[in-house]
Every structure is written in structure tokens, then in C-alpha cells.
């Protein structure tokens, strides 16, 4: 199972509201890596952070790598109707994919 | 450039039957990765190959295996199904070992 803390499990925001949510661990991780589910498809991969105390944008989305490498946060700013999904974090230990994935965030935007 | 590719999509089995899944990686990525999707037990990692080696292994039972070919394709087979190997199985790809790769859209195995 999980070896990653998710939360929150869902969120229901408004269109053009700011989203947060986030990933803790027991364990250290030397990448962390963010992906968005949509129905039916695979993940797709968001953001990947290499380093503690990366901070890492991608358009309206951004991510930090925590200082003690036990954590993670991904930002959405500005939600729009297509941002939903489910988010799911990972972290990578070693230099393979032996990834570990929180059980992920599901977001609902309201138009 | 085309994206991962997955046969079947879907697939419904018994239990006791074997199974194989197909991936079919990017052009140019020599290492894929299977993974096991369950509303359970949420993503969890089953294998990866890079060269044709199996490089690393999830925490899966012996009945689960896989194989690549010298194309890079790579092939998952489930013996002796069970209710519970019902799930979405996704592959990755990505240009080298390690590599967080390129995900295709899943095969989703239904047992019975």
C-alpha cells in the first residue's frame, strides 16, 4: 500500500479560487514528483523536484520539495473547470521507478 | 510524437486464467515500467526493464512477471488469476533507467 500521506482526499472550490494540498512521508525521498489523473487515462506528470527546498513552477501550478525531504506541497492558483482531476504525489528514493504514490486529491471545480 | 501505447484497453478474465498485457513505449525510450492501480491499494509499483533486464521489482507475488524485447516493448502476464488482480495496469516509459517516464492509458483487467 501507500507509503505516502495525501491530503486532502477531495476538494470542492470554486472556479478561480487557489488549491493546495500536499504529501508527508515516514521516509526520506531524493525526488518528488507530482502527476494529474483524468477518467480513463494515465497519469501525466506535472512537476518533478530534484532537490530539498526546490520551489518549481509550471504555469499556474507550483511545487516545493520540503527541506527535510519527507514532504511535498503542490499550489494550483486561478482554477479553471479543466483542472479537475485527481492529483497524486510520488517519491522516488532511489535512481529507478520504484516510486511510492499518495492516494491522491481529487478536485472538483465549480464553474 | 506518438505516446505510450497500451493493448488491450480492457480485458475481463476468470479466475484461474493467465493473462498478458502489452505496452508499447515512445519511440526511443528503452526502459518501461508496470504499475497496479487499485481504488485499495491506490498505485503501486510492479516492475521496470531497461535493455531487456528486468532492473527492479515491486512487492508483488511471483505470479506477476514480465519480459522486454529487443524493440523496447514490454509485456506483463498475471498466472493463476485472482478477484483481487482486478485493476488498471499502467506502463511508463522513459528514455533511460530511472527516468520518471511517460504513462500510457491503462489496460483495465476486470476478473471474475
Known amino acids: 500500500g501507500q507509503q505516502l500521506n495525501q491530503s486532502p482526499q477531495s476538494m470542492f472550490i470554486q472556479e478561480g479560487e487557489d488549491v493546495s494540498m500536499n504529501c508527508t512521508s515516514s521516509s526520506i525521498f531524493n525526488t518528488w514528483l507530482w502527476y494529474k489523473q483524468d477518467p480513463g487515462e494515465g497519469p501525466v506528470l506535472l512537476i518533478a523536484l530534484y532537490k530539498a527546498g526546490e520551489l518549481t513552477s509550471n504555469g499556474r501550478l507550483t511545487a516545493q520539495f520540503g527541506i527535510t525531504r519527507k514532504d511535498s506541497f503542490l499550489n494550483i492558483s486561478a482554477s479553471i473547470p479543466s483542472d479537475v482531476g485527481i492529483y497524486f504525489c510520488?517519491?522516488?528514493?532511489?535512481?529507478?521507478?520504484?516510486?511510492?504514490f499518495g492516494a491522491g486529491t481529487r478536485l472538483t471545480v465549480k464553474p | 510524437k506518438a505516446g505510450v501505447t497500451q493493448t488491450p484497453r480492457y480485458l475481463i478474465k476468470t479466475r484461474g486464467q493467465q493473462v498478458t498485457l502489452s505496452c508499447s513505449p515512445i519511440?526511443?525510450?528503452?526502459?518501461v515500467s508496470w504499475y497496479q492501480q487499485t481504488p485499495g491499494q491506490g498505485l503501486q509499483f510492479l516492475f521496470e526493464?531497461?535493455?531487456?533486464?528486468?532492473?527492479n521489482k515491486g512487492n508483488f507475488p511471483g505470479r506477476f512477471s514480465g519480459r522486454q524485447f529487443s524493440n523496447s516493448r514490454s509485456e506483463m502476464n498475471v498466472s493463476t488469476l485472482e478477484l483481487g488482480d482486478s485493476a488498471l495496469y499502467l506502463c511508463?516509459?522513459?528514455?533511460?533507467?530511472?527516468?520518471?517516464?511517460?504513462f500510457g492509458p491503462g489496460t483495465r483487467l476486470t476478473v471474475l
Open positions: 519511440s526511443g525510450h528503452r526502459s
Open positions: 511508463a516509459s522513459s528514455p533511460s533507467f530511472g527516468d520518471s517516464g511517460d
Open positions: 510520488a517519491g522516488q528514493l532511489n535512481n529507478n521507478n520504484d516510486m511510492r
Open positions: 526493464y531497461f535493455s531487456e533486464t528486468q532492473r
